[in-house]
């Protein structure tokens, strides 16, 4: 079974422009999240779906940020017109909700540099 | 406000030395408690969990953690460090009510003496 899948794992881009994060969940995971880490701080959460409904949204989520989950499988992040605040680690995760207790994996994390 | 606080940022400890990290919570609901470690430039790796029942939950790599909800708190121990657990440890909660997203703590940064 393969983990949480992201690419790329490194982006450098020039502030203005847009950069887009891809998201491969655990096979048959129903939940699938965003987060963004910072240097010396825990994740904090970005978004989140379930299959292809997205079910929240942080305040953090700008409106230069979207994401989406077109097939319930896959998820993109975009950030448009890039700005030196959006440097950060931007972590994807997915679990198997069932209602209960929902145990939630992290891929390797995708690292954003704007010069 | 929900929140997860670690009150140590950084711990040293000697190899083969015991380990404890601290972590207390704040939250409305039932909470579910994690920990989760974190190498230099890589993703989270989840060590172990609290959902229901035993408050003593075992984890990976030796680790185990006792969730304490008189003292709000989900502390992590191992009896004997080595140097390979140096790393960033996170401390997280969630509850159902929440969606199932977590809450993470600002993390404490474990370095390992030889």
């Known amino acids: 079974d393969t983990g949480v899948s992201q690419d790329p794992r490194h982006k450098i881009t020039k502030r203005g422009q847009n950069v887009t994060f891809r998201c491969d969940p655990i096979?048959?995971?129903?939940?699938l999240y965003w987060y963004r880490q910072t240097l010396g701080q825990g994740p904090e959460f970005l978004t989140y779906f379930q299959n292809e409904a997205q079910l929240e949204k942080s305040r953090l989520l700008s409106d230069r940020f979207s994401a989406e989950r077109p097939k319930g499988s896959f998820s993109t992040l975009e950030i448009q017109r890039t700005e030196q605040g959006d440097s950060a680690m931007y972590l994807c995760?997915?679990?198997?909700?069932?209602?209960?207790?929902?145990?939630?994996?992290f891929g390797e994390g995708s690292w954003l540099t704007v010069v | 406000a929900q929140s997860v606080t670690q009150p140590d940022i950084h711990i040293t400890v000697s190899e083969g030395a015991s380990l404890e990290l601290r972590c207390n919570y704040s939250?409305?609901?039932?909470?579910?408690l994690f920990w989760y470690v974190q190498s230099p430039g890589q993703g989270l790796q989840l060590l172990l969990k609290y959902f229901s029942g035993d408050t003593l939950v075992q984890g990976i790599k030796g680790f185990e953690a006792e969730f304490k909800r008189s003292q709000s708190s989900f502390n992590l121990r191992k009896p004997s460090v080595h140097w390979s657990d140096a790393a960033e440890y996170f401390c997280a909660v969630g509850s159902y009510n929440q969606g199932g997203k977590l809450i993470f703590g600002q993390g404490t940064e474990l370095s390992v003496k030889p």
């Open positions: 939250y409305g609901a039932t909470p579910y």
């Open positions: 096979s048959e995971h129903n939940r």
């Open positions: 995760a997915s679990s198997l909700w069932t209602g209960v207790g929902n145990t939630i994996y």
